[in-house]
């Protein structure tokens, strides 16, 4: 039933249906009548998109966030596209219980351990979840499954894991929020502050080491520490290698679960589909989300050690986790960061994005990252007063913003993120930093009218003119 609609008379019906053209630009203009306050967007309404670049009503935006983290592969990407519309045209389920299994199912965690994802030997994957909220819950679960005698979970200050409740309560920037619960269990070490920058060989600092001594007094009574690689929402502060390593030699000897929350930094962001591949340093737990789809369809898993996969039936899985459409999306989106036998492509797509898919994306991040960081660098040589320091590492580099004292300054970080956004430029900030973090398809001429854009609106903030 379902072919006899797809016919090549019926093709004009589709490719018209949801054209950008037929967009109806006033449908937001009463938003404040019927969304909550927190979810109503700008006046600025998403048309269409390609690669880096979003078409909105009031012209073009260039995206130095990838939406949100979510886009690494940027606006629709033809091959996950592709993909997708293949698996639609087909007779097989577009939704299933979970009481069903199917191939797409199962391909997909088996593709994961073929692949050695965060480097977890022999591991055991949940990959029924939504969103990183939910892979983060999974992962405490589990590990308090595992260690159930011991009461305390460590995490750290300037941590972001969700807004779910329980990745509430292991978030240091969520606690200002209010709870019908009690989270005493949870204990707060204070932020990593070595790196700058993820390729930066650092020592462990004294308030590392106090860190690490306050671990080792209540570690017998600890069922797992959780981390971010990169804390995205504390000004983009790396861990380093070396407290990174330290870490784990703790973990293990006390029999810890180590979790990294790589919601922020798996999936081609660090050239790598993992910080704890970057590092060489792999957790017992690992939870993804986001750019796993590239934004095409909600999806999250953890990857974890073989001792952790007992979990009771209800708590491992939501309604709609490992949505099929997700994870024709998730396959593709591998596909185009590691590459494909040649022979398995079709023989009319465009030369460059054969080759591309042939070659596997990651390897250009090298040469992009260089050439971000090149123009930031310049950026920061142009106002050394306000741009005091950048953080991070290969496709995200933070900005710290300051004033004319040498004092951190949100405020006009934000007042920044906000003149960018009304020029043609997307990018986020977290404090006084602002967060830079493209797709990994991003043009160089790309780049460049960004950097431009974000050079000119410092300068309108700071209402200094720059050095060239």
């Not at 704890?276 to 792999?282: L, M, P, Q, R, W």
């Not at 390897?363 to 306000?386: F, G, K, S, Y």
Request: aromatic share 8%.
């Amino acid at each position: 039933m379902l072919r006899n609609y797809f016919t090549t008379e019926n093709l004009p019906y589709f490719f018209d249906r949801f054209s950008p053209s037929k967009t109806d630009l006033l449908s937001g203009m009463d938003a404040n009548r019927y969304l909550v306050d927190s979810i109503v967007p700008s006046d600025k309404l998403a048309i269409g998109g390609d690669g880096a670049i979003m078409h909105t009503n009031h012209g073009d935006l260039i995206d130095f966030q990838s939406m949100t983290v979510n886009c690494i592969l940027g606006q629709n990407d033809p091959w996950v596209k592709m993909q997708q519309i293949a698996y639609l045209l087909s007779e097989r389920p577009s939704f299933h219980t979970t009481r069903l299994g199917s191939e797409i199912y199962y391909s997909l965690p088996k593709r994961l351990i073929n692949i050695g994802l965060a480097g977890i030997p022999d591991p055991v994957i949940s990959h029924r979840q939504c969103n990183g909220s939910d892979a983060i819950e999974h992962a405490i679960r589990a590990a308090k499954n595992y260690n159930a005698d011991r009461d305390l979970l460590v995490s750290f200050r300037g941590s972001y894991h969700g807004q779910n409740l329980t990745a509430y309560g292991v978030s240091d920037v969520q606690r200002k929020h209010g709870f019908l619960a009690s989270f005493d269990s949870v204990l707060f070490l204070p932020a990593p502050e070595g790196a700058i920058t993820i390729d930066t060989e650092v020592n462990i600092t004294e308030t590392e080491r106090y860190s690490l001594d306050q671990l080792r007094k209540v570690a017998s009574n600890v069922f797992a520490v959780i981390l971010e690689p990169i804390q995205m929402n504390n000004g983009v502060q790396p861990f380093s290698r070396a407290y990174l390593e330290s870490l784990k030699s703790i973990c293990d000897h006390m029999d810890i679960c180590l979790i990294y929350d790589e919601i922020q930094t798996g999936f081609g962001w660090l050239g790598t589909l993992s910080a704890a591949e970057y590092h060489g340093v792999s957790p017992n737990i690992c939870a993804f989300g986001k750019a796993i789809t590239s934004g095409n369809g909600p999806l999250a898993l953890t990857v974890a050690e073989q001792r952790f996969r007992h979990m009771k039936y209800g708590t491992a899985s939501k309604t709609n986790g490992a949505d099929v459409r997700s994870l024709v999306a998730a396959h593709a989106v591998i596909d185009r960061l590691l590459g494909v036998k040649s022979d398995s492509l079709p023989g009319f797509l465009h030369a460059t994005l054969a080759e591309q898919l042939i070659n596997g994306l990651l390897p250009t991040v090298e040469n992009t990252a260089e050439h971000l960081w090149e123009l930031m660098r310049d950026i920061q040589c142009r106002c050394p007063n306000t741009v005091s320091q950048l953080k991070g590492g290969r496709l995200i580099c933070g900005l710290a913003i300051t004033d004319y004292d040498g004092k951190p300054n949100p405020e006009m970080a934000e007042a920044i993120v906000d003149d960018c956004f009304d020029h043609g430029l997307f990018l986020r900030h977290s404090n006084n930093v602002l967060i830079v973090k493209v797709p990994i398809v991003i043009t160089s001429n790309q780049l460049i009218s960004g950097s431009k854009i974000l050079l000119e609106s410092i300068k309108r903030i700071t209402g200094v003119s720059h050095a060239k």
